[in-house]
T-cell receptor
Framework: SQTIHQWPATLVQPVGSPLSLECTVE??????LYWYRQAAGRGLQLLFY??????ISSEVPQNLSASRPQDRQFILSSKKLLLSDSGFYLC???????????FGPGTRLTVL | TQLLEQSPQFLSIQEGENLTVYCNSS?????LQWYRQEPGEGPVLLVT?????EVKKLKRLTFQFGDARKDSSLHITAAQPGDTGLYLC???????????FGAGTILRVKS
């Protein structure tokens, strides 16, 4: 079964600083990968998803970008963080079926 | 527009009580997933329901998919403090790569 790693686990950054969050997946190949943001422990907002290396679909126009340099690596970035970028960021990959998704442990980002 | 309406948003009950969480939509889903999430952790998949009318049981949890595959419910019998958490439903569309999530139900079970 797949295992999803995310780092860092927590991050405190000043407004205007850059961001790089990393997600790696083990135990599967050619997965669909997803970045979500969750505010205040509620529902998940899909930010980006990728069906293959170099293929990124953006769901919401925003201050963030994503890249997939390797099959099992997904990176979330920003050149200049905003206060509104604070939140809990989750990486996910699909299971055997694309209907199910499995989540990493998340990164708590606080922008001050 | 929220494609998946989840209710209630918050539920606080005593240990031993029963509860039901609902997930409703006007859209038809190819499948529906239920997740449970604890604070500071990622959601954990509980179950996937695929067939209209399907009922799945996971110990004290019973999941049902509506006949028209537009809605689902999660029923917990004799809730325990360990059931406390955020419960999320998520729907998948045919030929899609994405899930649509409900806003979640925060469950607190008091001992």
């Amino acid at each position: 079964s797949q295992t999803i790693h995310q780092w860092p686990a927590t991050l405190v950054q000043p407004v205007g600083s850059p961001l790089s969050l990393e997600c790696t997946v083990e135990g599967t190949s050619n997965p669909n990968l997803y970045w979500y943001r969750q505010a205040a422990g509620r529902g998940l907002q899909l930010l980006f998803y990728s069906v293959g290396i170099g293929q990124i679909s953006s769901e919401v126009p925003q201050n963030l970008s994503a890249s997939r340099p390797q099959d099992r690596q997904f990176i979330l970035s920003s050149k200049k963080l905003l206060l509104s970028d604070s939140g809990f960021y989750l990486c996910a990959c699909n299971g055997v079926s694309t209907d199910t998704q499995y989540f990493g442990p998340g990164t708590r980002l606080t922008v001050l | 527009t929220q494609l998946l309406e989840q209710s209630p948003q918050f539920l606080s009950i005593q240990e031993g009580e029963n509860l039901t969480v609902y997930c409703n939509s006007s859209s038809v889903f190819s499948s529906l997933q239920w997740y449970r999430q604890e604070p500071g952790e990622g959601p954990v998949l509980l179950v996937t329901v695929v067939t209209g009318g399907e009922v799945k049981k996971l110990k004290r949890l019973t999941f049902q998919f509506g006949d028209a595959r537009k809605d689902s419910s999660l029923h917990i019998t004799a809730a325990q403090p360990g059931d406390t958490g955020l419960y999320l439903c998520a729907g998948a569309f045919v030929y899609g790569n994405k899930l649509v999530f409900g806003a979640g139900t925060i469950l607190r079970v008091k001992s």
